[in-house]
C-alpha cells in the first residue's frame, strides 16, 4: 500500500507584474494558517517518509512549517510539483521510489489534476483543495493512474478544529 497526502500550499502574496511566480511568499497571515493547519495535520498522520514539495517558494515555505510538525526524515524539491506539471510523471516518480506516506506539497490546479488522474486515470480535476488543506489518497499497492481510493480531504478549518468531547 502506498499513500500521498496532498497538500496545497498556504495563501501567498497575489501574483502581479513586479513578483515573478516562482518568488511569491507566504503571507503573514498565510504562515499562521499554514502553521495551525500543519498542527492538525501532525495528529491525523504517524510516521511520513517523504515530504516533496514544488520549488516555489511559497511550496517551499510551507513545507518548512510542515516539516517542523511532521519530522520527514527525507525531505526533497521536484519540478514534478510545479502547477503546470504532467501529473502522470509524478505518479510515475513515486511508484518508483515506493514511500509508504508521502505528503506532496503543491499548487492548484495541478493537484487537483493529480487526485483526479490517480482515482479516475482521468486528469480532470473534480475536488477542491483550499490554501493549507489537504487530501489523502490511498493505493493498494505503488501509485497507478485509477487505481487509488479517496480517504479524506479537510480544509484548513478541518484541520485546526478541536475534536468534540
Avoid: C, Y
Avoid at 520527514?72 to 518508483?96: H, K, N
Amino acid at each position: 500500500m502506498q499513500r500521498i497526502v496532498l497538500f496545497r500550499h498556504g495563501p501567498a502574496e497575489e501574483p502581479s507584474d513586479e513578483l515573478a511566480d516562482m518568488a511569491r511568499a507566504l503571507t503573514d497571515k498565510g504562515r499562521k494558517k499554514t502553521e495551525k493547519a500543519a498542527r492538525g495535520l501532525s495528529t491525523l498522520l504517524g510516521s511520513v517518509d517523504l515530504l516533496l514539495s514544488s520549488p516555489l517558494l511559497r511550496a517551499v515555505q510551507t513545507a518548512d512549517i510542515v516539516d517542523e510538525h511532521l519530522h520527514v526524515p527525507r525531505r526533497e524539491e521536484t519540478a514534478l510539483l510545479e502547477p503546470a506539471a504532467d501529473p502522470q510523471g509524478l505518479i510515475d516518480w513515486l511508484a518508483e521510489d515506493g514511500s509508504e506516506l508521502a505528503v506532496l506539497i503543491g499548487h492548484e490546479p495541478h493537484l487537483n489534476h493529480l487526485a483526479g488522474l490517480s482515482l479516475t486515470g482521468n486528469p480532470d480535476g473534480f475536488l477542491v483543495f483550499r490554501k493549507a488543506g489537504a487530501g489523502m489518497i490511498e493505493f493498494p499497492d505503488r501509485a497507478a493512474s485509477g487505481r487509488a481510493e479517496l480517504r479524506w480531504l479537510l480544509s484548513p478549518s478541518h484541520l485546526t478544529r478541536k475534536p468534540a468531547t
